[in-house]
Protein backbone atom coordinates (compact mmCIF):
# COMPACT_ATOMS: atom_id res chain seq x y z
CA UNK A 1 0.00 0.00 0.00
CA UNK A 2 1.44 3.59 -0.86
CA UNK A 3 2.07 6.07 1.73
CA UNK A 4 3.75 9.49 1.96
CA UNK A 5 7.27 9.81 3.25
CA UNK A 6 5.77 10.61 6.47
CA UNK A 7 4.28 6.91 6.43
CA UNK A 8 0.66 8.77 6.63
CA UNK A 9 -1.60 6.93 3.38
CA UNK A 10 -2.18 9.64 0.60
CA UNK A 11 -5.49 11.41 0.44
CA UNK A 12 -6.94 11.95 -3.52
CA UNK A 13 -9.26 14.39 -4.73
CA UNK A 14 -10.74 12.97 -8.27
CA UNK A 15 -12.63 16.46 -10.22
CA UNK A 16 -15.37 14.89 -12.18
CA UNK A 17 -17.46 11.61 -11.42
CA UNK A 18 -17.30 10.56 -15.91
CA UNK A 19 -15.39 7.46 -17.08
CA UNK A 20 -12.33 8.73 -15.87
CA UNK A 21 -13.58 9.72 -12.59
CA UNK A 22 -15.20 6.62 -11.45
CA UNK A 23 -12.18 4.70 -12.91
CA UNK A 24 -9.79 6.29 -11.02
CA UNK A 25 -12.28 5.78 -8.05
CA UNK A 26 -12.75 2.43 -8.34
CA UNK A 27 -8.87 1.65 -8.96
CA UNK A 28 -8.02 3.83 -5.22
CA UNK A 29 -10.54 1.97 -3.19
CA UNK A 30 -9.09 -1.32 -4.20
CA UNK A 31 -5.77 0.00 -3.67
CA UNK A 32 -6.98 0.73 -0.18
CA UNK A 33 -6.16 4.59 -0.91
CA UNK A 34 -8.51 7.19 0.69
CA UNK A 35 -10.34 9.40 -1.97
CA UNK A 36 -12.84 11.96 -2.42
CA UNK A 37 -14.73 12.33 -6.04
CA UNK A 38 -16.06 15.74 -6.66
CA UNK A 39 -18.48 16.22 -8.84
CA UNK A 40 -20.52 19.09 -9.75
CA UNK A 41 -23.55 17.48 -10.89
CA UNK A 42 -26.51 15.47 -9.18
CA UNK A 43 -25.50 12.01 -10.59
CA UNK A 44 -22.18 10.52 -12.18
CA UNK A 45 -22.00 9.59 -15.63
CA UNK A 46 -19.79 12.92 -17.24
CA UNK A 47 -20.81 13.13 -21.03
CA UNK A 48 -23.35 10.41 -21.22
CA UNK A 49 -25.07 11.97 -18.42
CA UNK A 50 -24.70 15.52 -20.00
CA UNK A 51 -26.26 14.91 -23.47
CA UNK A 52 -29.26 12.57 -23.49
CA UNK A 53 -30.87 13.80 -27.19
CA UNK A 54 -32.41 11.54 -29.24
CA UNK A 55 -30.92 9.00 -31.24
CA UNK A 56 -27.52 9.62 -29.08
CA UNK A 57 -25.23 6.36 -29.37
CA UNK A 58 -21.96 5.45 -29.05
CA UNK A 59 -19.30 5.69 -32.35
CA UNK A 60 -17.65 2.94 -31.09
CA UNK A 61 -18.05 -0.82 -30.08
CA UNK A 62 -19.13 -1.51 -26.48
CA UNK A 63 -17.00 -4.02 -25.85
CA UNK A 64 -13.65 -1.42 -26.50
CA UNK A 65 -15.90 1.24 -24.68
CA UNK A 66 -16.07 -1.07 -21.49
CA UNK A 67 -13.13 -1.04 -18.68
CA UNK A 68 -11.11 -4.21 -18.79
CA UNK A 69 -11.81 -4.68 -15.23
CA UNK A 70 -15.44 -4.51 -15.45
CA UNK A 71 -16.43 -6.08 -19.06
CA UNK A 72 -20.42 -6.20 -20.04
CA UNK A 73 -22.07 -9.23 -21.09
CA UNK A 74 -25.99 -7.29 -21.44
CA UNK A 75 -24.70 -4.68 -24.31
CA UNK A 76 -27.63 -4.81 -26.89
CA UNK A 77 -25.91 -3.68 -29.67
CA UNK A 78 -22.56 -3.20 -31.29
CA UNK A 79 -22.94 0.40 -30.71
CA UNK A 80 -25.18 1.04 -27.69
CA UNK A 81 -27.44 3.76 -26.83
CA UNK A 82 -26.43 6.82 -24.91
CA UNK A 83 -28.82 5.32 -22.22
CA UNK A 84 -27.39 2.02 -21.67
CA UNK A 85 -23.86 3.30 -21.83
CA UNK A 86 -24.68 5.77 -18.48
CA UNK A 87 -26.92 2.54 -16.73
CA UNK A 88 -23.38 0.66 -17.44
CA UNK A 89 -21.43 3.86 -15.75
CA UNK A 90 -23.39 4.22 -12.70
CA UNK A 91 -24.21 0.61 -12.26
CA UNK A 92 -20.03 0.64 -12.16
CA UNK A 93 -20.14 3.12 -9.14
CA UNK A 94 -22.88 1.64 -7.59
CA UNK A 95 -21.25 -2.23 -7.75
CA UNK A 96 -17.75 -0.74 -6.61
CA UNK A 97 -19.47 1.30 -3.54
CA UNK A 98 -18.07 4.36 -4.58
CA UNK A 99 -20.58 6.81 -3.03
CA UNK A 100 -19.33 6.86 0.08
CA UNK A 101 -16.26 8.83 -0.79
CA UNK A 102 -18.69 11.08 -3.32
CA UNK A 103 -19.61 14.44 -3.25
CA UNK A 104 -22.62 15.58 -5.99
CA UNK A 105 -23.83 18.61 -6.49
CA UNK A 106 -20.95 20.56 -5.24
CA UNK A 107 -18.64 21.88 -8.25
CA UNK A 108 -15.15 22.60 -6.84
CA UNK A 109 -14.19 26.01 -7.55
CA UNK A 110 -10.28 26.16 -6.00
CA UNK A 111 -7.75 23.95 -6.09
CA UNK A 112 -4.34 25.46 -4.41
CA UNK A 113 -1.03 23.90 -3.92
CA UNK A 114 0.12 24.69 -0.09
CA UNK A 115 3.80 23.54 -0.02
CA UNK A 116 2.62 20.09 1.02
CA UNK A 117 -0.35 19.35 -0.35
CA UNK A 118 -3.28 20.75 -2.25
CA UNK A 119 -5.86 22.53 -0.68
CA UNK A 120 -9.63 21.62 -2.64
CA UNK A 121 -12.84 23.98 -1.86
CA UNK A 122 -16.07 23.79 -3.35
CA UNK A 123 -19.08 25.83 -4.46
CA UNK A 124 -20.57 25.29 -0.94
CA UNK A 125 -17.72 26.31 1.30
CA UNK A 126 -16.37 22.78 1.67
CA UNK A 127 -13.01 22.60 1.59
CA UNK A 128 -9.88 19.80 2.53
CA UNK A 129 -6.68 18.72 1.94
CA UNK A 130 -5.54 16.35 -0.02
CA UNK A 131 -2.08 14.66 -1.30
CA UNK A 132 -2.57 14.57 -4.83
CA UNK A 133 -5.25 15.85 -7.30
CA UNK A 134 -6.30 13.59 -10.08
CA UNK A 135 -8.46 16.10 -12.45
CA UNK A 136 -10.84 13.67 -14.77
CA UNK A 137 -12.91 16.44 -16.40
CA UNK A 138 -12.82 15.58 -19.77
CA UNK A 139 -13.88 17.64 -22.40
CA UNK A 140 -17.12 17.71 -23.28
CA UNK A 141 -18.78 19.08 -21.04
CA UNK A 142 -19.13 22.71 -21.43
CA UNK A 143 -21.51 23.61 -24.64
CA UNK A 144 -19.81 25.73 -27.70
CA UNK A 145 -22.71 28.46 -28.76
CA UNK A 146 -22.77 29.16 -32.31
CA UNK A 147 -22.17 32.94 -32.73
CA UNK A 148 -25.85 34.25 -34.62
CA UNK A 149 -27.45 36.90 -34.72
CA UNK A 150 -30.32 37.23 -32.88
CA UNK A 151 -29.74 33.37 -31.30
CA UNK A 152 -31.91 34.64 -28.40
CA UNK A 153 -34.99 36.22 -29.92
CA UNK A 154 -35.87 32.38 -31.37
CA UNK A 155 -39.79 32.49 -29.78
CA UNK A 156 -39.84 28.50 -29.91
CA UNK A 157 -37.86 26.11 -28.27
CA UNK A 158 -34.16 26.49 -28.60
CA UNK A 159 -31.76 24.29 -26.86
CA UNK A 160 -28.35 22.84 -27.44
CA UNK A 161 -27.85 19.28 -27.85
CA UNK A 162 -26.18 18.91 -24.48
CA UNK A 163 -29.08 20.67 -22.36
CA UNK A 164 -32.03 18.38 -25.01
CA UNK A 165 -35.10 19.47 -23.22
CA UNK A 166 -37.16 16.42 -22.96
CA UNK A 167 -40.51 18.50 -22.42
CA UNK A 168 -40.32 19.91 -25.57
CA UNK A 169 -43.43 18.05 -28.01
CA UNK A 170 -41.21 16.82 -31.03
CA UNK A 171 -43.99 14.47 -33.27
CA UNK A 172 -45.00 16.26 -36.02
CA UNK A 173 -43.56 19.76 -35.08
CA UNK A 174 -41.39 21.69 -37.49
CA UNK A 175 -37.77 20.92 -36.33
CA UNK A 176 -34.30 22.69 -37.42
CA UNK A 177 -30.70 21.37 -36.35
CA UNK A 178 -27.68 23.47 -36.51
CA UNK A 179 -24.82 20.78 -37.08
CA UNK A 180 -23.47 18.26 -38.50
CA UNK A 181 -21.02 16.40 -36.42
CA UNK A 182 -21.87 13.31 -34.86
CA UNK A 183 -24.39 14.94 -32.72
CA UNK A 184 -26.69 16.12 -35.42
CA UNK A 185 -26.54 12.99 -37.95
CA UNK A 186 -27.63 11.02 -35.04
CA UNK A 187 -30.70 13.30 -33.96
CA UNK A 188 -31.36 13.69 -37.85
CA UNK A 189 -31.63 9.58 -38.01
CA UNK A 190 -34.34 9.45 -34.86
CA UNK A 191 -36.24 12.98 -35.59
CA UNK A 192 -36.66 13.33 -39.84
CA UNK A 193 -39.30 10.96 -39.72
CA UNK A 194 -40.94 11.88 -36.55
CA UNK A 195 -41.03 15.84 -37.51
CA UNK A 196 -43.68 17.84 -39.90
CA UNK A 197 -40.73 19.91 -41.00
CA UNK A 198 -37.19 18.69 -40.35
CA UNK A 199 -34.77 20.82 -41.48
CA UNK A 200 -30.68 20.21 -41.04
CA UNK A 201 -28.89 23.53 -41.33
CA UNK A 202 -25.03 22.12 -42.71
CA UNK A 203 -22.10 24.31 -43.42
CA UNK A 204 -19.42 21.03 -43.65
CA UNK A 205 -20.07 17.55 -45.24
CA UNK A 206 -19.46 15.16 -43.57
CA UNK A 207 -17.67 11.80 -44.46
CA UNK A 208 -20.12 9.10 -43.20
CA UNK A 209 -19.39 5.85 -42.54
CA UNK A 210 -22.19 2.94 -42.84
CA UNK A 211 -22.11 0.93 -39.90
CA UNK A 212 -25.05 -1.31 -39.29
CA UNK A 213 -26.85 -1.35 -35.66
CA UNK A 214 -26.22 -4.83 -34.65
CA UNK A 215 -28.05 -6.37 -32.06
CA UNK A 216 -26.54 -8.83 -29.87
CA UNK A 217 -29.28 -11.73 -29.32
CA UNK A 218 -30.55 -13.28 -26.40
CA UNK A 219 -27.93 -16.18 -26.89
CA UNK A 220 -25.13 -14.24 -27.86
CA UNK A 221 -25.38 -12.45 -24.33
CA UNK A 222 -26.04 -15.67 -22.65
CA UNK A 223 -22.37 -17.03 -23.72
CA UNK A 224 -21.03 -13.77 -22.60
CA UNK A 225 -22.62 -14.03 -19.22
CA UNK A 226 -20.87 -18.09 -19.33
CA UNK A 227 -17.71 -17.89 -20.88
CA UNK A 228 -15.63 -15.57 -19.34
CA UNK A 229 -12.76 -15.82 -21.63
CA UNK A 230 -14.92 -15.57 -24.47
CA UNK A 231 -16.02 -11.82 -23.25
CA UNK A 232 -12.58 -10.92 -22.68
CA UNK A 233 -11.19 -12.10 -26.07
CA UNK A 234 -13.58 -9.96 -28.02
CA UNK A 235 -12.45 -7.06 -25.85
CA UNK A 236 -8.86 -7.48 -26.58
CA UNK A 237 -9.27 -8.35 -30.05
CA UNK A 238 -11.67 -5.24 -30.57
CA UNK A 239 -9.12 -2.59 -28.48
CA UNK A 240 -6.15 -4.23 -30.42
CA UNK A 241 -7.57 -3.39 -34.12
CA UNK A 242 -9.54 -0.57 -33.21
CA UNK A 243 -5.93 1.08 -31.60
CA UNK A 244 -3.22 -0.31 -33.19
CA UNK A 245 -5.07 -0.81 -36.53
CA UNK A 246 -7.34 1.62 -37.45
CA UNK A 247 -6.32 4.24 -34.67
CA UNK A 248 -2.65 3.49 -36.08
CA UNK A 249 -3.20 4.24 -39.41
CA UNK A 250 -5.83 7.18 -39.65
CA UNK A 251 -2.50 9.08 -38.72
CA UNK A 252 -1.09 9.24 -41.78
CA UNK A 253 -3.68 10.71 -44.71
CA UNK A 254 -2.08 8.79 -47.26
CA UNK A 255 -2.24 5.53 -46.10
CA UNK A 256 -4.33 2.43 -47.49
CA UNK A 257 -6.96 2.61 -44.50
CA UNK A 258 -7.86 5.95 -45.01
CA UNK A 259 -7.89 5.44 -48.73
CA UNK A 260 -9.97 2.35 -48.34
CA UNK A 261 -12.71 3.89 -45.43
CA UNK A 262 -12.91 7.06 -48.24
CA UNK A 263 -13.54 4.64 -50.96
CA UNK A 264 -15.91 2.82 -48.37
CA UNK A 265 -17.98 6.10 -47.53
CA UNK A 266 -18.07 7.36 -51.38
CA UNK A 267 -19.89 4.25 -52.32
CA UNK A 268 -22.32 4.54 -49.19
CA UNK A 269 -22.64 7.82 -50.69
CA UNK A 270 -23.05 7.23 -54.45
CA UNK A 271 -25.14 4.51 -53.64
CA UNK A 272 -28.14 5.45 -51.31
CA UNK A 273 -28.61 9.12 -51.88
CA UNK A 274 -30.84 9.16 -54.66
CA UNK A 275 -31.12 12.50 -55.70
CA UNK A 276 -27.52 13.61 -57.88
CA UNK A 277 -28.08 17.45 -56.57
CA UNK A 278 -28.49 16.49 -52.80
CA UNK A 279 -25.78 13.84 -53.55
CA UNK A 280 -23.00 16.34 -54.24
CA UNK A 281 -24.41 18.77 -51.36
CA UNK A 282 -23.34 16.07 -49.07
CA UNK A 283 -20.03 15.11 -50.78
CA UNK A 284 -17.19 15.99 -48.60
CA UNK A 285 -14.12 18.21 -50.45
CA UNK A 286 -11.59 17.31 -47.83
CA UNK A 287 -9.60 13.89 -46.79
CA UNK A 288 -11.65 11.31 -45.16
CA UNK A 289 -10.74 11.40 -41.39
CA UNK A 290 -9.85 15.11 -41.50
CA UNK A 291 -12.47 15.55 -39.28
CA UNK A 292 -14.02 12.98 -36.78
CA UNK A 293 -15.63 10.24 -38.85
CA UNK A 294 -19.35 10.22 -38.53
CA UNK A 295 -20.72 6.95 -37.79
CA UNK A 296 -24.17 6.01 -38.41
CA UNK A 297 -26.74 3.35 -39.39
CA UNK A 298 -28.91 6.05 -40.95
CA UNK A 299 -28.17 9.38 -41.74
CA UNK A 300 -28.30 9.09 -45.70
CA UNK A 301 -32.09 7.66 -45.54
CA UNK A 302 -33.44 10.22 -42.99
CA UNK A 303 -31.92 13.04 -44.59
CA UNK A 304 -34.06 11.67 -47.71
CA UNK A 305 -37.38 11.67 -45.90
CA UNK A 306 -40.21 13.65 -47.50
CA UNK A 307 -40.13 16.07 -44.67
CA UNK A 308 -36.47 16.41 -44.24
CA UNK A 309 -34.36 19.04 -46.12
CA UNK A 310 -30.54 19.68 -46.17
CA UNK A 311 -30.11 23.00 -45.65
CA UNK A 312 -26.39 24.46 -47.06
CA UNK A 313 -27.33 28.48 -47.15
CA UNK A 314 -25.46 30.15 -44.50
CA UNK A 315 -27.32 30.93 -41.83
CA UNK A 316 -27.97 35.20 -41.82
CA UNK A 317 -29.67 35.55 -38.73
CA UNK A 318 -31.77 33.97 -36.40
CA UNK A 319 -35.60 35.09 -35.94
CA UNK A 320 -38.35 34.91 -33.35
CA UNK A 321 -40.35 32.10 -36.06
CA UNK A 322 -36.85 30.39 -37.46
CA UNK A 323 -33.57 30.84 -39.36
CA UNK A 324 -32.86 33.06 -42.05
CA UNK A 325 -30.21 31.64 -44.50
CA UNK A 326 -28.31 33.55 -47.53
CA UNK A 327 -30.64 33.15 -49.93
CA UNK A 328 -33.28 35.19 -48.47
CA UNK A 329 -35.52 32.02 -47.36
CA UNK A 330 -37.23 31.66 -43.78
CA UNK A 331 -37.03 28.83 -42.45
CA UNK A 332 -39.80 28.70 -39.92
CA UNK A 333 -39.77 26.46 -36.69
CA UNK A 334 -40.63 25.30 -33.39
CA UNK A 335 -37.48 23.64 -32.27
CA UNK A 336 -34.38 24.94 -32.79
CA UNK A 337 -31.24 22.55 -31.47
CA UNK A 338 -28.02 23.36 -31.45
CA UNK A 339 -25.65 20.32 -32.07
CA UNK A 340 -22.52 22.76 -32.18
CA UNK A 341 -20.17 20.72 -30.03
CA UNK A 342 -18.28 22.03 -27.10
CA UNK A 343 -15.35 24.27 -25.77
CA UNK A 344 -12.97 21.39 -25.83
CA UNK A 345 -9.70 23.48 -24.84
CA UNK A 346 -11.96 23.95 -20.92
CA UNK A 347 -10.66 21.15 -19.07
CA UNK A 348 -10.91 21.93 -15.57
CA UNK A 349 -11.72 25.45 -16.02
CA UNK A 350 -13.44 27.52 -14.91
CA UNK A 351 -11.87 26.33 -11.43
CA UNK A 352 -8.80 27.74 -10.09
CA UNK A 353 -6.26 25.96 -10.26
CA UNK A 354 -2.81 27.35 -8.01
CA UNK A 355 -0.03 25.61 -8.05
CA UNK A 356 3.91 26.01 -6.60
CA UNK A 357 4.83 29.84 -5.87
CA UNK A 358 1.07 30.42 -7.07
CA UNK A 359 1.03 30.44 -10.72
CA UNK A 360 -2.22 30.42 -11.94
CA UNK A 361 -2.99 27.16 -14.69
CA UNK A 362 -5.11 30.06 -16.80
CA UNK A 363 -1.89 32.12 -16.99
CA UNK A 364 0.13 28.72 -18.46
CA UNK A 365 -2.13 28.06 -20.77
CA UNK A 366 -2.85 31.58 -21.47
CA UNK A 367 -2.38 30.79 -25.09
CA UNK A 368 -3.62 27.06 -25.21
CA UNK A 369 -3.64 24.13 -22.80
CA UNK A 370 -0.71 21.48 -23.08
CA UNK A 371 0.47 18.66 -21.16
CA UNK A 372 3.43 16.77 -20.44
CA UNK A 373 2.53 12.93 -21.88
CA UNK A 374 -0.99 14.66 -21.97
CA UNK A 375 -0.81 14.24 -18.22
CA UNK A 376 1.22 16.91 -16.46
CA UNK A 377 2.00 20.62 -16.16
CA UNK A 378 5.53 22.04 -14.82
CA UNK A 379 4.67 24.01 -11.72
CA UNK A 380 1.68 21.71 -10.54
CA UNK A 381 3.27 19.14 -8.01
CA UNK A 382 0.80 15.78 -7.70
CA UNK A 383 -1.83 16.99 -9.97
CA UNK A 384 -2.29 14.74 -12.92
CA UNK A 385 -5.39 15.06 -15.40
CA UNK A 386 -7.09 11.39 -17.10
CA UNK A 387 -7.78 12.38 -20.78
CA UNK A 388 -6.22 15.89 -20.60
CA UNK A 389 -4.30 18.43 -23.13
CA UNK A 390 -3.28 16.45 -26.21
CA UNK A 391 -4.62 13.21 -25.20
CA UNK A 392 -5.41 10.33 -27.62
CA UNK A 393 -9.09 11.49 -28.14
CA UNK A 394 -9.23 11.54 -31.69
CA UNK A 395 -9.10 7.92 -32.94
CA UNK A 396 -8.24 6.00 -30.39
CA UNK A 397 -10.30 4.23 -27.18
CA UNK A 398 -10.98 6.42 -24.07
CA UNK A 399 -11.14 4.01 -21.53
CA UNK A 400 -8.38 2.14 -22.47
CA UNK A 401 -5.99 5.70 -23.24
CA UNK A 402 -7.64 6.66 -19.04
CA UNK A 403 -6.37 3.14 -17.50
CA UNK A 404 -3.41 3.38 -18.56
CA UNK A 405 -3.20 6.96 -17.43
CA UNK A 406 -4.55 6.24 -14.21
CA UNK A 407 -1.65 3.37 -13.53
CA UNK A 408 0.92 5.74 -15.02
CA UNK A 409 0.00 8.37 -12.39
CA UNK A 410 -0.10 5.08 -9.48
CA UNK A 411 3.53 4.74 -10.59
CA UNK A 412 4.53 8.02 -10.01
CA UNK A 413 2.29 7.95 -6.58
CA UNK A 414 4.64 4.93 -5.81
CA UNK A 415 7.80 6.79 -6.79
CA UNK A 416 7.37 9.44 -4.12
CA UNK A 417 6.51 6.90 -1.88
CA UNK A 418 9.55 5.22 -1.88
CA UNK A 419 11.83 8.60 -1.95
CA UNK A 420 12.68 8.45 -5.39
CA UNK A 421 10.61 11.59 -6.33
CA UNK A 422 9.82 14.37 -3.52
CA UNK A 423 6.86 14.98 -5.34
CA UNK A 424 5.62 14.46 -8.74
CA UNK A 425 5.71 17.13 -11.31
CA UNK A 426 7.61 17.34 -14.72
CA UNK A 427 10.18 19.45 -15.69
CA UNK A 428 9.50 22.50 -17.83
CA UNK A 429 12.76 21.65 -20.07
CA UNK A 430 10.93 17.77 -20.37
CA UNK A 431 7.13 19.49 -20.75
CA UNK A 432 8.80 21.62 -23.87
CA UNK A 433 10.98 18.92 -25.38
CA UNK A 434 7.85 17.11 -25.84
CA UNK A 435 5.43 19.67 -26.61
CA UNK A 436 7.71 20.29 -29.48
CA UNK A 437 8.04 16.61 -30.79
CA UNK A 438 4.50 16.76 -30.75
CA UNK A 439 3.50 19.50 -32.93
CA UNK A 440 5.73 18.36 -35.33
CA UNK A 441 4.26 14.91 -35.54
CA UNK A 442 0.85 16.32 -35.50
CA UNK A 443 1.61 18.96 -38.94
CA UNK A 444 2.08 15.37 -40.28
CA UNK A 445 -1.27 14.18 -39.72
CA UNK A 446 -4.42 13.12 -41.56
CA UNK A 447 -6.22 15.88 -38.92
CA UNK A 448 -4.12 18.85 -40.68
CA UNK A 449 -4.28 17.95 -44.43
CA UNK A 450 -6.95 20.78 -45.17
CA UNK A 451 -10.11 20.87 -43.08
CA UNK A 452 -11.57 22.83 -39.68
CA UNK A 453 -12.30 20.69 -36.86
CA UNK A 454 -12.41 20.53 -33.25
CA UNK A 455 -9.48 18.80 -33.18
CA UNK A 456 -7.43 21.71 -34.01
CA UNK A 457 -5.87 24.82 -32.02
CA UNK A 458 -6.28 28.75 -32.20
CA UNK A 459 -2.95 27.80 -34.73
CA UNK A 460 -4.40 25.43 -36.77
CA UNK A 461 -2.01 22.24 -34.97
CA UNK A 462 -4.04 19.20 -34.07
CA UNK A 463 -4.13 18.64 -30.66
CA UNK A 464 -4.71 15.28 -29.56
CA UNK A 465 -2.01 12.36 -29.95
CA UNK A 466 0.01 12.22 -33.13
CA UNK A 467 1.51 8.93 -32.59
CA UNK A 468 0.88 5.36 -33.18
CA UNK A 469 -0.59 3.53 -29.90
CA UNK A 470 2.62 1.89 -29.63
CA UNK A 471 4.11 5.03 -28.31
CA UNK A 472 1.57 5.81 -26.23
CA UNK A 473 1.10 2.74 -24.45
CA UNK A 474 5.39 2.37 -24.17
CA UNK A 475 5.11 6.23 -22.73
CA UNK A 476 2.54 5.14 -19.93
CA UNK A 477 4.51 1.80 -19.07
CA UNK A 478 6.64 3.43 -16.45
CA UNK A 479 7.67 7.39 -16.04
CA UNK A 480 10.88 8.53 -17.25
CA UNK A 481 12.50 9.66 -14.08
CA UNK A 482 14.63 11.90 -15.66
CA UNK A 483 11.63 14.23 -16.88
CA UNK A 484 10.72 14.98 -13.37
CA UNK A 485 12.04 17.15 -10.61
CA UNK A 486 14.21 15.37 -8.03
CA UNK A 487 13.41 14.35 -4.62
Request: glycine share 8%.
Given at each position: ???????R???F??L??G???I??????????????????????????????YP????????????Y??E??????Y????????????E??AAR??IE??L??G??V?????K?????V?????????F????AA?????H???????????F???N??????D??????G????IV?TG??GI??????AS?????SLF??????????????????????????????????????Q???????T?V???NS?????????C?E?????????????R????Y???C?R???????????????????T?????IEP?G????????????V?A?AT??????F???????????????????D??S???????????????????N?P?G?F????????????????VE??R????G??M??A?????F?E?R???????VWA???????L?D?G???????P?????K???A?????FE??
Amino acid sequence: MATTQSGREPRFAILGAGMSGILASVKLQEAGLGFTLFEKAEKVGGTWRENTYPGIACDVPSHVYSYSFELNPEWSYLCSPGAEIQAYFEGVAARHGIETSLRLGDAVVRCEWKGVDWEVETASGFSDRFDWVIAATGILHHPKYPEIEGLDSFEGANFHSARWDHDVPLDGRRIGIVGTGSSGIQITGELASRASKFSLFQRTAQWVVPVEQTAYTEEEREKFRTDADLLRNLHEELSQNFNDGFGTSVLDGNSEMVQGIQDTCTEHLDTVIEDPELRERLRPNYRAACKRLVVSHNFYEAIQHPNAELVTDDIVRIEPTGVRTADGRLHELDVLALATGFQVDRFMRPMTIRGRDGVLLDDVWKDRPSAYMAVGVPGFPNFFMLNGPNSPVGNFSLVQTAEMQFGYVMDLVEKVRTGELGYAMPTAEAAHRFEEERVEAAKKTVWATGCRSWYLDDRGIPFAWPFPFSRFRKEMAAPVLADFEAA
